[in-house]
């Protein structure tokens, strides 16, 4: 006898499915056939909770919206000074990566399409939102004296971003995400001297 789920524990166990199949293929290529055989439930059972595929990456891309900045949060509200927030955001960021390695492909997917859609729009919260955490830490180390007095939090901001990114599409082309965190903090600690720390 099959049990029964409430909608929410569905809905989560779909995004989760969807999120484990991207760790091995484009989303462009996951089906909700994949999703409900991955599951072990009907297809018409996928579609009694999400009306649509693009239904069920836009909750997977708010999952990822949502988790994803609550651990940068967290982790920056946990350290001792605005620099250490920012070490502490680059370590989540990377354990976020190699803990649900499908997420980057959703990402990758969704700003690929030449059209605006709702799950491309939660992409963009995502980003908007994880800036404005770098900028309050940066604006912060800049009125501390923490580094350098010169230093344009915009572009250290967008410095930040692109060194994640550039980890990720490493561990993507490799299938080894688990590599990130034996770069991540020489990386950072680059990263921390262009900023000019103050000695």
């Known amino acids: ?53 693009d239904a069920i990456w836009l909750a997977t891309m708010r999952w990822v919206r949502e988790t994803l900045l609550q651990a940068l949060q967290a ?23 190699i803990a649900h390695p499908g997420v980057p492909r959703f990402i990758f997917h969704e700003l690929q399409q030449p059209a605006d859609s709702a799950a491309k729009l939660e992409v963009r919260a995502v980003l908007q939102g994880y800036r404005k955490l770098l900028l309050g830490r940066l604006n912060e180390s800049i009125e501390l004296k923490l580094v350098s007095p010169d230093l344009d939090p915009e572009a250290a901001a967008t410095s930040f971003i692109g060194l994640i990114q550039g980890l990720v599409m490493q561990s993507m082309l490799t299938g080894r995400a688990v590599a990130m965190r034996q770069q991540a903090d020489a990386i950072f600690a680059l990263y921390r001297r262009g900023l000019g720390e103050a000695p």
């Open 1 to 53: 006898m099959q049990m029964r789920f409430s909608t929410e524990v569905r809905q989560a166990e779909i995004v989760a499915t969807a999120l484990r199949l991207a760790r091995e293929s484009s989303p462009a290529l996951i089906t909700t056939g994949d999703i409900a055989t991955a599951i072990g439930i009907t297809q018409g059972a996928v579609f009694k909770h999400f009306p649509t595929k």
């Open 75 to 97: 982790a920056a509200d946990q350290a001792a000074s605005p620099l250490d927030a920012l070490a502490a955001m680059f370590r989540a960021h990377v354990e976020f990566v």
